[in-house]
């Protein structure tokens, strides 16, 4: 399989794409694996440092999810601080994902720190001073991060319940609040502050949420630079190359903001989908020769979009949560024993 996989990865390299300025993974689960007992291994079967196999494959920016309490400190702002430290040395990039939450943030999941008040007005001011502090933590470790987004798809708003939906304004408020402690901070230089919401191929909820955001006083644009998007094929058919296209687009020509696919996957195996996949992507098989073509596509759709300007693959290395919430087997980029597939050298490529 890996030596199928190479040949198309090799084959995606004449392919024309503009080159993208941002080319990552997200590996925040890295050091857990590690604690674990993985030893990570090159594609030609070689131990070798996970960042520099990410280096090597032509990965210029890792992606950090950080969590404010966590039970046990994993994803913590220490832990992620000494993550940072291994990606700088190695000559990467950092892109930090701030979750505003002691646990997992998403569409479904947005809960207010423990500690934390809720009163909007308290709320916005510890927000500031979390970005503040933090950001200034990150540059007196000598890490200075290219990119920072404040909130994890926040589709449906951030620190609930204060800053739900019901209440566009509080969310408005929160955003700004998070962009101005990062703004006002040591960090130099300043990094992009992203907005990062799910279904990137659906434009009518991009529309529908930044239009009315925007729209409340608060949160004006120069409060951040880029649109970071998920992007998943597994989750329903509607999530069509094509749509993404038409979605990035016109978000483009509204907004004139950079625009990110700041997730997404590929299974390298999926006997059983849960629901059918993207028309356009229904040739493309559930293996490291697949993830290459599904990589290479996002990044042709991303790079044909007016600013245009990343893709970051979720996760790849977290070999003992391989289906990464999908119901595939695995959309890892790494074998059960470390190895890498041959499809992460398609990073050379986009």
Request: aromatic share 12%.
């Amino acid at each position: 399989m890996l030596l199928s996989a190479l040949s198309a990865v090799l084959g995606l390299a004449g392919s024309a794409a503009a080159a993208l300025t941002y080319k990552g993974v997200d590996w925040s689960s890295v050091p857990v694996e590690e604690k674990a007992g993985v030893s990570y291994k090159n594609v030609n079967g070689a131990a070798q440092s996970i960042e520099h196999i990410f280096r090597d494959s032509g990965v210029n920016t890792v992606r950090q999810r950080v969590w404010v309490n966590p039970s046990g400190g994993t994803y913590n702002l220490a832990y992620n601080i000494n993550l940072a430290k291994r990606a700088k040395n190695a000559g990467l990039g950092v892109y930090i994902d701030f979750h505003f939450s002691d646990t997992w943030a998403d569409p479904a999941h947005q809960a207010i720190p423990s500690g934390w008040p809720t009163a909007i007005d308290d709320l916005a001011w510890k927000l500031y001073n979390y970005t503040f502090d933090a950001s200034n933590q990150f540059h007196d470790n000598g890490v200075q991060p290219t990119i920072i987004s404040i909130g994890n798809e926040i589709t449906g708003g951030l620190l609930w319940p204060t800053g739900g939906t019901s209440s566009w304004y509080n969310i408005a408020r929160l955003l700004h609040s998070a962009s101005a402690g990062i703004r006002d901070s040591r960090l130099n230089p300043k990094p992009k502050i992203m907005i990062h919401l799910d279904n990137g191929w659906n434009w009518d909820t991009q529309n529908w949420w930044y239009t009315n955001v925007l729209k409340q006083g608060p949160l004006v644009s120069s409060d951040f630079d880029m649109m970071g998007v998920s992007f998943y094929p597994f989750y329903t058919p509607s999530a069509t190359l094509s749509s993404l296209k038409s979605s990035l687009t016109n978000m483009a020509n509204r907004w004139g903001k950079e625009l990110v696919v700041a997730e997404t996957d590929w299974p390298s195996s999926c006997p059983n989908p849960a629901y059918a996949f993207p028309s356009d992507a229904k040739n493309i098989p559930f293996n490291a020769a697949g993830q290459s073509q599904w990589i290479k596509a996002v990044a042709d759709v991303v790079a044909s979009v007016p600013r245009g300007k990343g893709l970051f693959y979720w996760e790849p290395a977290w070999i003992h949560n391989a289906n990464l919430g999908s119901s595939c087997a695995s959309n890892s980029m790494f074998s059960n024993s470390g190895q890498a597939l041959s499809s992460l050298s398609v990073f050379h490529n986009i």
